[in-house]
């Protein structure tokens, strides 16, 4: 007897953070029901309406904005965005008929899980980070199930709904040992020499551009090679630096396509402390220093990064102090094989490999199919 039509929409998006777990979950649906239609719904203008479709499945658009701190023409027109947005939503579900709605965070997932809450659908919230936003965190009340990636989420969420999954990663990040071959040749990078990886997420970070600018010199001049993601909007700048250290091992990409690749040959990380990037040094077990965004939603890179920092799993720079201080406390943990190796060891027991997989089933059970 062939299966029932198993049909599941996947919202949110605006950063690669949300992007590349929603994508995870999708290919663990596929996995386990090849047969299944997924339908991603994102913000119109964001990233997830090309990296998506890219990624071989498709998306539809609402006109969803998130609220701007400042008076504004789009602050204005924010509560008839909202509107439209709830509309489209409602229109797309019920043209779709899902047998489950999911929601990643970003702006889209508001919206859509807000209706598929009103209308009875089956729903599930991924909440990627230790401290919930409040979209989330009012959502929860209506959704069936919270899948989280932090201990002690029961203080935002009813208890009974919580399954604690880990943040879900691409699947490409699961054999980084055996790609180290592979990653020199793509970086043109040498073995021999120890190799720094910095990213300030998909969209790059003026703070962590501007302190590698800053500690460059000193690092080359360490025999340190470095692969540094800079952001779109950075990458124009960077020509200088570019032309002056290229020579000499650094490759400053806009966007790092292959990033398991970089992974396998990093042996430190800078990163944003973004939920996604946190899994994924947890994953690749890498030895890194945080730098939490100051400017997120309820300060939650500051909350994951202490998770990693109380467990003796990660260094942490604030925002504030990163271009006095990085470079001192990157040359210092390059140097110290024995506080590498700690962290690296503690970072690795927090990995959670199989969340995708974990949330897959649960969607499908969800489903009653």
């Not at 209308?119 to 209506?142: D, H």
Request: charged share 20%; proline share 5%; net charge positive.
């Amino acid at each position: 007897m062939p299966r029932p039509d198993l049909r599941i929409i996947i919202s949110g998006g605006g950063t690669g953070g949300h992007i590349f777990p929603a994508l995870a979950i999708a290919e663990a649906i596929g996995k386990l029901r090849p047969e299944a239609k997924i339908l991603f719904v994102g913000a119109l203008g964001k990233m997830e309406m090309e990296k998506v479709p890219a990624a071989g499945f498709d998306i539809t658009g609402i006109p969803i904005r998130g609220f701007q701190r400042k008076a504004s023409v789009e602050t204005l027109l924010l509560p008839l965005r909202i509107k439209i947005s709830l509309f489209k939503a409602w229109r797309i579900i019920n043209s779709f008929k899902p047998d489950v709605v999911v929601g990643v965070g970003g702006y889209a997932s508001g919206p859509v899980l807000m209706v598929a809450a009103m209308i009875g659908k089956p729903s599930l919230i991924q909440e990627q980070n230790s401290f919930a936003g409040i979209t989330n965190r009012v959502l929860g009340k209506f959704v069936s199930k919270v899948a989280v990636a932090y201990e002690g989420m029961q203080r935002f969420f009813p208890r009974h709904k919580l399954m604690l999954t880990g943040n879900p990663v691409r699947n490409s990040f699961g054999s980084i040992e055996d790609k180290k071959a592979e990653a020199f040749a793509f970086f043109g990078l040498t073995a021999d020499q120890p190799t720094l990886l910095v990213t300030g997420g998909s969209l790059g970070a003026l703070t962590i551009n501007e302190s590698m600018a800053g500690c460059l010199p000193k690092l080359v001049d360490q025999g340190i090679q470095v692969i540094w993601q800079c952001g779109k909007n950075y990458y124009p700048h960077t020509s200088e630096i570019r032309e002056k250290f290229e020579t000499r091992g650094v490759r400053i990409l806009d966007f790092i396509s292959r990033m398991d690749l970089a992974y396998a040959i990093a042996d430190v990380v800078v990163s944003r402390a973004g939920a996604i990037a946190i899994s994924e040094l947890c994953l690749t077990a890498k030895p890194c220093i945080l730098i939490p965004s100051p400017n997120v939603a309820e300060d939650h890179q500051t909350h994951n990064a202490q998770a990693l920092v109380a467990r003796n799993a990660a260094l942490m720079v604030n925002d504030s102090e990163a271009r006095k201080i990085l470079g001192t406390t990157l040359l210092g943990l390059m140097k110290n094989d024995a506080v590498r190796t700690q962290l690296k060891e503690n970072i690795g027991h927090m990995a959670k490999p199989h969340a995708a997989d974990e949330i897959a089933a649960e969607i499908i059970r969800l489903s009653g199919k």
